[in-house]
């Protein structure tokens, strides 16, 4: 197996495991409001913290999403004129993007570093869950999503893709679209 | 503060949660922004976002810690953190709501409590602390007296402390968002809830409730944080100014709620709301129910019963 | 206004060179918050990047994005659509219609156009794409139908539009039903216009059903078409909140899908799951971002930009009116409903008591502005949640929602000049 085979393949499990950890918060935060729902009929009580571990899920879910989604080319975005371009300038605005990309996320992990750290003694009402836990998420999504980037260009120049395979989106949960498609 | 143009004008940056009608938004704008411009010949200029515009009560907290704003008003960022500010959701903490007003206006609680503030975030002062409209509880189902909390659903707060209030006093607490509180009272989700009267009429939710049983339980205070940096960056006269000014916006606030509260009844009445305000005897009731619960307080902060016996002593 | 030209200009500048819209938000609040020379911008970033994400209000739309996912895996979806084939399948674009009405229907629950997008849309737009319709315009269709959601009662914005401006819910919610019905007309009349073309609704024709057929495929929707049902009755009868219903409808729909259909097994069941989380997650993710650029809107003045571009208007108050409808709408295609209520509605509530104009019926005109940013792109969230949930890509239904756009916002000017559209009925209605 080549070296670039290997990292592949390792990036595909770690990816598998994100979504596994989506889907666990997906689930978490539909238990916690139907418990919170069922409480009140079954024993006229409520939790104090369910609506804090659901925000919390929440929160888990969109910024490890944020990640899945940039690897799969997900976030919602316009392509009409990176796809008319010839390819020379195809390949310098798909530069430039992943410039503004690693900009941008380069300040979230340096803010939310800030953050994580002034909030170090501080915690949620409820779950006394520590809010520098919360503020970490986001460097770590600016971390991954920054390198990816990096990558993004690296793939571009080194391992000479072309912007249109950079910009595809993966068919994995297709089975809508196929259907849709008959 | 940004330094707008030339260097003679420096404007200050100025955000809380609360609409333009709440006592402490109108003592903001009345008092706060036309003194220090007055007072400064327009050398220092008050730009001010009510409304949450800014971000809620947490992100202010941060946002004042880290100089992106110099001064904001907010209850209950820091509690966590600093536990002595949880005696804001300390209930039946004052006789009534004069002796709140003298507490943290004039006596030494208020002052030792802004340097201990200081001591605990070095990066913020606290120059004076106004006043939340004070709890109280409302309800479609009859609320005219402790006994007909019994059985009642009532939305409180995500926090330990106010739920147990409700549970004690005999209610099923129920929590539900803020966002889903009007639509949960209308349709029934809930029978009732616990808010400010200035909340009360200000999100419309005396339009989905029938009863006010005008408790006061819970009498919060509203620290007027700024970012220390910012004020040592002022001149002398500059911060003098800003720090006087502050206080008297806190107590025109105060003197305002306090002033208010009468017109707040009548207007809940004329739109058919039921207000019953609690006997003495049912006060002592109520503060006799919640003895569980300051025994828990007293048992986790050693520091809480010194506090609640200097306040008690505050004339 | 220069300020606010140029950050739009970043902004439509980023989007156009291929940047997605979430890190166009956040790199054109990056530069403007540089340009203000404010402090700590990176923390800012961070923090309001957070706000955004930490939303309760918006826990539903996971809950009703998932709901779909689940009826179409657990053949909900496709008994509903062969019961609608038979009853409505003859009439042109009768899917379409179906989803207007819908939209009206699921309005009259829940106060916010996200979540109804969420929950139609994930069910109606693999619907209408497998009847043959054109996916883009169906999820145009979609996007647009759903902007009555917030108009009609109950109604997130107008709860926060009549606290802000101290004006009666009540009022607001009576005086939002006759909107509401125009605008579902407005709807109907467009997608008319639209379904007759052959390749936008490629319909088979089908032959009316026979009572056996029908009331076989109706027995077998029983079980799906109840889900509206337990949804509408619950809301109305106050036996849980918005939100809450999204849950119940998950395991309503697992239930159906798992035990009765038999149809959802555990592998669909995790792809449904795993779907739901990245649309969820796209969404929001941009929705927080919008989140950070209000701010930066917010703190560099576009306050005063409102104060001073329409103060001089009080002596014309149609012209004030019309013309804070098409700023609303422009910055609408940035800022996203909540935070433009907030932020306008304190400035302009003295300006138009001073013009004498009804802050009734001010809200709600002010409140159908609003929402056509819902469709607007960049940050039209209920155009960005269609078309995660029908997956189409959001340059291909810019043109589709064209149509619905410029009826909808013609609708808003005619009820800024003629007043009486909304006033009359109001007046009919109030107790
Ligand atoms: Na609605
Ligand atoms: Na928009």
């Known amino acids: 197996m080549t070296f670039r085979a290997a990292t592949e393949r390792a990036m595909s499990t770690l990816f598998r495991a994100i979504e596994i950890m989506m889907v666990i918060f997906l689930i978490s935060m539909v238990l916690f409001v139907f418990l919170n729902m069922a409480l009140r009929y079954l024993f006229d009580s409520g939790l104090v913290w369910s609506e804090e571990i659901a925000r919390l899920c929440f929160i888990y879910l969109v910024y490890l999403g944020a990640v899945g989604a940039f690897r799969e080319n997900r976030h919602l975005g316009m392509h009409t004129l990176l796809e008319r371009v010839p390819l020379p300038a195809q390949k310098t605005l798909y530069t430039i993007v992943q410039l503004i990309i690693i900009w941008v996320m380069v300040l979230l992990v340096s803010g939310s570093w800030d953050l994580v750290v002034q909030s170090m003694g501080d915690r949620w009402v409820a779950t006394q869950y520590p809010r520098p836990l919360i503020y970490a998420i986001g460097l770590i999504t600016g971390l991954a999503i920054s390198l990816m980037a990096l990558m993004n260009i690296l793939r571009l120049f080194a391992f000479k893709l072309t912007v249109a395979e950079l910009l595809a989106i993966p068919d994995d949960d297709t089975d809508l679209l196929r259907q849709a498609a008959n | ?315 | 206004m220069p300020a606010l030209a140029q950050m739009f200009g970043y902004l439509f500048g980023a989007i156009a060179i291929g940047v997605p819209i979430a890190f166009a938000l956040l790199f054109c609040a990056m530069v403007t918050g540089m340009q203000l020379g404010s402090a700590a911008d990176s923390q800012v970033m961070a923090a309001q990047l957070m706000r955004g994400t930490d939303s309760i209000a918006m826990m539903a739309l996971p809950f009703f994005i998932l709901t779909g996912e689940l009826m179409n895996r657990g053949g909900l979806t496709h008994r509903i659509i062969d019961l609608c084939k038979a009853t409505v399948g003859r009439v042109r674009g009768g899917l379409g219609y179906v989803t207007i009405i819908a939209c009206l229907l699921f309005g009259s629950l829940v106060g916010s156009a996200v979540a109804s997008t969420a929950a139609l849309g994930a069910i109606l737009i693999p619907m209408m794409a497998k009847a043959g319709y054109d996916r883009a315009r169906s999820t145009a269709l979609t996007a647009s139908a759903n902007l009555v959601t917030p108009v009609m009662p109950p109604s997130v914005p107008l709860i926060v539009y009549g606290a802000t401006a101290g004006v009666s819910i009540q009022s607001l919610f009576l005086g939002g039903l006759a909107p509401a019905l125009y605008l579902t007309l407005t709807m109907c009349a467009v997608w008319f216009v639209i379904s007759r073309t052959k390749e936008n609704v490629q319909e088979a024709p089908t032959e009316p059903p026979t009572f056996t057929e029908l009331s076989k495929l109706a027995l077998g929707a029983f079980w799906a078409l109840l889900l509206p049902v337990i949804i509408l009755v619950g809301l109305r009868g106050g036996v849980f909140t918005a939100t809450e219903a999204g849950v119940v409808a998950v395991v309503y729909a697992t239930i159906v899908g798992g035990v009765i259909y038999r149809e959802l097994s555990i592998r669909t069941l995790f792809e449904a799951l795993r779907s739901t989380a990245k649309m969820s997650a796209v969404v929001m993710f941009l929705a927080a971002a919008a989140q950070v650029l209000a701010y930066y809107m917010t703190i560099s003045g576009l306050p005063d930009i409102i104060t001073d571009t329409f103060s001089g208007l009080a002596d014309n108050p149609t012209l004030l009116v019309i013309s804070l409808m098409l700023f609303v709408i422009l910055i609408g295609t940035v800022l996203d409903v909540i935070p433009t209520i907030l932020i306008v509605t304190p400035i302009v509530v003295p300006l138009l008591e001073a013009a004498d104009v009804d802050l009734v019926y001010f809200g709600i005109i002010f409140t159908l502005a609003n929402v056509i940013g819902l469709i607007t792109p960049p940050v039209g969230p209920s155009l960005n949640v269609a078309c995660a949930v029908g997956k189409v890509k959001i340059d291909h239904v810019i043109r589709p929602v064209l149509p619905y756009l410029l009826a909808q916002t013609s609708l808003v000017l005619l009820m800024g000049l003629f007043p009486e559209m909304i006033m009359v009925p109001l007046e009919w209605l109030s107790p």
């Open chain 2, 1 to 315: 503060a940004c330094g707008g143009g030339d260097d003679e004008t420096t404007t200050i940056t100025l955000a809380n949660v609360w609409d333009i009608d709440h006592p402490m938004s109108q003592a903001v704008d009345e008092v706060f922004t036309a003194q220090v411009e007055e007072r400064s010949g327009g050398a220092l200029q008050v730009d001010t976002f009510h409304g949450g515009t800014l971000g809620s009560e947490d992100e202010l907290w941060d946002s004042v810690r880290n100089g992106s704003i110099d001064a904001a008003i907010i209850g209950s960022g820091m509690n966590q953190e600093y536990p002595t500010m949880l005696i804001s959701d300390w209930p039946f903490l004052y006789r009534d709501l004069e002796h709140a007003q003298t507490v943290w206006t004039t006596s030494d609680v208020a002052t030792d409590l802004a340097e201990d503030f200081h001591d605990q975030f070095s990066s913020t002062q606290v120059l004076a602390w106004g006043p939340n409209s004070a709890r109280t509880f409302s309800s479609n189902r009859p609320l005219e007296s402790v006994e007909d909390f019994a059985g009642q659903r009532i939305r409180m707060p995500g926090n330990p402390i106010h739920l147990e209030i409700a549970e004690l006093f005999g209610a099923n607490p129920q929590v539900i968002p803020l966002g889903d509180l009007f639509t949960a009272l209308e349709t029934g989700v809930v029978d009732g809830q616990d808010n400010g009267m200035v909340t009360l009429i200000g999100e419309a939710l005396y339009e989905v409730q029938d009863y006010v049983y005008e408790t006061n339980h819970i009498t919060a205070v509203l620290p007027f944080v700024t970012n220390d940096h910012f004020l040592e960056e002022l001149s002398p006269d500059h911060r003098e100014i800003v720090r006087e000014a502050a206080a008297d916006t806190a107590a025109a606030a105060w003197q305002n709620y306090l002033d208010g509260i009468e017109h707040e009844v009548e207007f809940l009445e004329e739109n058919g709301v039921t207000v019953t305000q609690p006997t003495e005897e049912e006060r002592e009731q109520m503060i006799d129910r919640l003895a569980p619960l300051y025994e828990d307080l007293y048992d986790e902060h050693e520091w809480a019963e010194d506090l609640v016996h200097e306040i008690e002593a505050v004339e």
